[in-house]
C-alpha cells in the first residue's frame, strides 16, 4: 500500500514538472499492477489528462469520460467533468425514483441535425486495432504519403483511443468531398 502511494506521489511529480510521458509510463504501470480503490481513479485522471498534453485533447477526452463511467464516486469525478466542460450531476432528492439504469450514450443518436454538405470540410478516418497495428508507424507512414502527394493541402494526422484495443486514425482537414475520396 505504502509502495503505491509513493508511486503516485512521483507520478504527480512528474506531472507537475510537465513531464507527461513520464507520467503515462507511471501511470500504466500502477495500473497494470496495482489495484487501489482511492488511488487508481487519480493516476486514470493523470494518465488522461498527461495523454492530452501529449497527443490529443480527444484522446483525453475518451479517457476522462472512461473514468467517470468506470468510477463515478472518485474524488477526481469533478475535475475531470469540468475539463469536459459538463456540470455535475445534481443529486436525486430523497424519494425520487431513478427512471432508467442505462447511460446517458445508450439513448439513440438523433441524426436529424446532420445535412450532407460535399463542400464542407471533411476528414479521413481509419479506425483500426492497436493491439495488431503499430498505430505510430501507420501514422508516421499516413503522414509520409500525405506530405509526398498532398504537401500544399496541409493535412494533419491524429489519432484517438476508443476503448483499450481500437484507436482512430484521421486526417483532416480537407476542404472538399472529392480530395478526401482520393485517399480511398
Do not use: C, W
Amino acid at each position: 500500500m505504502n509502495r503505491v502511494r509513493t508511486l503516485y506521489e512521483e507520478t504527480y511529480l512528474a506531472f507537475e514538472r510537465g513531464q507527461y510521458r513520464t507520467a503515462i509510463i507511471y501511470s500504466n504501470n500502477t495500473l497494470t499492477n496495482y489495484k487501489d480503490p482511492v488511488l487508481t481513479p487519480k493516476f486514470a485522471y493523470l494518465r488522461a489528462v498527461s495523454r492530452g498534453k501529449t497527443e490529443s485533447a480527444d484522446t483525453m477526452k475518451v479517457e476522462l469520460t472512461r473514468l467517470i463511467a468506470q468510477y463515478p464516486t472518485s474524488e477526481v469525478v469533478p475535475f475531470a467533468r469540468k475539463l469536459l466542460g459538463q456540470e455535475a450531476p445534481k443529486p436525486a432528492a430523497p424519494g425520487d425514483a431513478v427512471k432508467s439504469t442505462l447511460p446517458a450514450t445508450a439513448k439513440p443518436l438523433d441524426i436529424t441535425m446532420y445535412k450532407f454538405n460535399p463542400a464542407a470540410t471533411h476528414f479521413y478516418t481509419i479506425v483500426v486495432d492497436g493491439t495488431a497495428v503499430n498505430v505510430y508507424g501507420a501514422k508516421v507512414r499516413i503522414t509520409d504519403f500525405n506530405t509526398k502527394n498532398y504537401s500544399v493541402e496541409n493535412l494533419q494526422v491524429n489519432s484517438v483511443l476508443l476503448d483499450n484495443n481500437r484507436q482512430m486514425i484521421t486526417v483532416s482537414s480537407f476542404a472538399e468531398i472529392e480530395k478526401s475520396q482520393t485517399l480511398l
